[in-house]
């Protein structure tokens, strides 16, 4: 078993149970590389052979079988570079604290670990959304696995986005921004604007304007096969631009146009674990937490 270990240099991850966690590689002889800025933090708490192998670009799929990410939704989120365009499958194991993606119980990690070497898991495959700009915004890296955001860089003042579906005219919501999802993203920003959840199989993306002022205006879906095209303007000369977690400022010359990637992402879903059972236990559906 061959696997590649990103988290992020936080106090969650100098924790007994990452200490443990590679213990048991150790023991289960699996051969690991660690992404560079984590190995140099692990260090206060792990005596690494000095010859460790780390990685700090894309990683190659005749080298790695797997890429076990240790933290929350956001650092499974940062590791998509590495993985997406060679396929590797990845798995969550959750130091953060909520976790649609990374599922895995930090002190649940030795059966994970065992399921990856034995093969006991499938493959859920995540579509991408894809952005495209004249200047290349974002380089090669012009991907996301939750959502693209338009938002106002002045606080003080609303935005107009203008959307276009298949070169159609949408709508011109006046807004704080404005949400492009994926269904995996459903449950992310969008879900706190009241866009819908959607199945992780669903083929559509969701707009969901960010605090509208026009009330009456709300979440639509689109098919994934559609092309957006959005274009902002206000009072202010810029605005901002996300792809789940990274951010670059434009100006309202530039069009965002947005089409789903022609590559997905594989997240490893363990026996027992569903999107269903994950909602219900997320979102507290079912509970009567009335009286806690």
Not at 14 to 26: A, H, I, N, R
Not at 123 to 128: A, E, K, M
Not at 175 to 204: H, K, N, W
């Amino acid at each position: 078993m061959r696997v590649a270990i990103y988290g992020r240099p936080t106090p969650d991850n100098l924790s007994e149970q990452v200490k443990d966690f590679f213990t048991q590689l150790d023991r289960l002889n699996a051969e690991y590389v660690i992404h560079e800025t984590l190995c140099h933090f692990l260090r206060q708490i792990i005596s690494f052979n000095p010859s460790v192998k780390t990685f700090s670009g894309e990683l190659s799929k005749d080298s790695v079988d797997y890429l076990i990410s240790l933290g929350g939704d956001g650092t499974l989120l940062e590791t998509l570079p590495f993985v997406a365009k060679q396929g590797i499958p990845v798995l969550g194991i959750n130091t953060g604290k909520l976790g649609f993606l990374s599922l895995v119980p930090k002190e649940n990690f030795l059966p994970a670990l065992m399921a990856l070497k034995e093969k006991k898991f499938t493959i859920q495959n995540r579509s991408l959304l894809s952005l495209e700009t004249s200047g290349g915004l974002f380089g090669k890296y012009n991907y996301a696995l939750n959502e693209l955001v338009v938002q106002r860089n002045d606080s003080s003042t609303m935005i107009t986005v203008h959307a276009y579906l298949n070169g159609e005219f949408l709508n011109s919501y006046w807004a704080d921004g404005l949400i492009v999802a994926t269904p995996t993203g459903s449950t992310a920003y969008s879900l706190s604007c009241s866009g819908p959840i959607l199945l992780p199989d669903e083929a559509s993306f969701i707009i969901t304007p960010i605090a509208p002022h026009n009330l009456n205006v709300r979440p639509v879906l689109v098919p994934d096969n559609y092309t957006i095209k959005l274009k902002a303007e206000g009072r202010s000369p810029s605005y901002i631009v996300s792809l789940d977690s990274r951010m670059e400022v434009i100006d309202s010359s530039v069009e965002l146009n947005i089409s789903k990637a022609s590559f997905g992402v594989k997240l490893i879903q363990l026996p027992g674990q569903s999107f269903t059972q994950t909602l219900r236990k997320k979102l507290n559906w079912g509970k009567d937490v009335r009286n806690k």
